[in-house]
């Protein structure tokens, strides 16, 4: 391979890479705070007009059988995403089309992003859950939804839509795919849980359907400029990435299964649920979504031949470890910052602060969603 061939790889990496990690909502849009319709005003409005003579007064308390007697689906979306408006039009016409009663619209904010929004679809009894958003819309919601038996329908209105991608939906057309999901069946896919050591000592647990990664990969999310991601798009991750392509690696600590831990120097580590990337690149070919056993990819890269040495894997679609990138896979991986530091860490593209450990665990079968039909 030439060396425009090398450098062309090279910038490919930096793109996939970095683009695969931002479907995080554009906060800078967030802003304007949208009224949600709380969900118990909804239904108390619609038993109103739908039950001629039975008051029910503000605030009062919706009865069981009234709770019974109805079929509703709810829709997490985040209102600010390009079609927003469209698919719950869609869901509105289908529901009824399909025999549901109703849609429980809940929007999100900046301040919640979807967890309390899945709360109210899960109290009240939503046949299905739809995520509308991109990545952390769809985490946010699973979060919630993991474990219940309540299926979610996965709506990619993102950039990077990285669930819908691996689960081959067609996140090109989002109304038509949205459509199906009514007859669709439902798969039990795996999720990783991860407990989270922050830098300030407290501890958090979290859940990732798609990628979670620490260093290089988090600081690209970080560091893009919301003023040139906004012109720019997913190109302004080009740039920020190619500031960490180079500094010092830090040293830390990865065992996998109770096997004795391994101390590399590392640039990226990153916990993988799925795979593929946008534009179709399997950055970690062997991961499988419902396999019961999570991905681990270190980059410990030591300069540019050891970047070019991942670029060329990547591109290439490869999963053979060499001393720049090595594949462990396993069902609990235990990581840890060593020397007293800290490092950027990010849950499926949206960046949650310093770490200093990480355990994850895959958690098999833990989500069902919906497969369009
Ligand atoms: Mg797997």
């Known amino acids: 391979m030439d060396i425009a061939a090398f450098v062309i790889a090279l910038a490919a990496l930096v793109v996939a890479v970095a683009t695969a990690y931002m479907a995080r909502n554009n906060r800078k849009h967030l802003e304007r705070y949208i009224q949600r319709t709380s969900p118990l005003e909804r239904k108390v409005g619609k038993l109103v007009s739908e039950r001629e003579g039975s008051r029910v007064s503000d605030g009062a308390e919706v009865s069981e059988a009234a709770e019974d007697s109805e079929r509703i689906v709810a829709l997490i979306l985040n209102p600010v995403k390009e079609g927003a408006k469209k698919v719950e039009q869609l869901l509105r016409t289908k529901a009824a089309k399909h025999g549901y009663d109703d849609v429980l619209v809940l929007e999100t904010t900046e301040d919640d992003p979807g967890k309390q929004m899945a709360l109210d679809a899960l109290a009240d009894h939503a046949e299905i859950v739809f995520a509308a958003g991109g990545d ?7 979060e919630e939804l993991a474990g219940t038996g309540v299926p979610m329908g996965v709506v990619p209105l993102g950039t990077g839509n990285l669930l819908a991608r691996n689960l081959d939906f067609n996140v090109d057309d989002v109304l038509g795919h949205t459509e199906k999901l009514f007859t669709g069946w439902h798969r039990k896919v795996d999720t990783m849980m991860l407990t989270i050591k922050m830098a300030d000592g407290s501890e958090q647990t979290r859940r990732s359907l798609v990628i979670a990664g620490v260093g290089a990969d988090a600081m690209m999310i970080r560091d893009t400029k919301d003023e040139l991601k906004a012109i720019a798009g997913w190109l302004a991750y080009g740039e920020a990435g190619l500031k960490q392509l180079v500094g010092k690696r830090q040293r830390v600590r990865i ?5 004795p831990a391994q ?14 990337l946008q534009a179709g690149v399997h950055f970690v070919p062997d991961a499988i979504i419902d396999d019961g056993l999570l991905d681990v990819v ?8 050891g970047w070019l040495s991942v670029a060329r894997q990547t591109v290439t679609g490869r999963s053979r470890s060499n001393e720049a990138i090595e594949f462990l896979q396993g069902k609990r991986v235990k990581f840890s910052v060593l020397d007293g530091g800290d490092i950027a860490c990010q849950l499926d593209g949206d960046v949650i602060g310093d770490i200093t450990e990480i355990t994850a665990q895959v958690d098999p079968g833990s989500l069902l969603v919906v497969v369009p039909h």
């Open 255 to 259: 065992g996998v299964d109770g096997q």
């Open 298 to 305: 270190v980059l410990s890269p030591s300069g540019g031949l």
């Open 136 to 142: 952390g819309t769809v985490r946010m919601v699973a």
């Open 263 to 276: 101390v590399r120097k590392i640039r990226s580590v990153m916990f993988a649920n799925v795979g593929q």
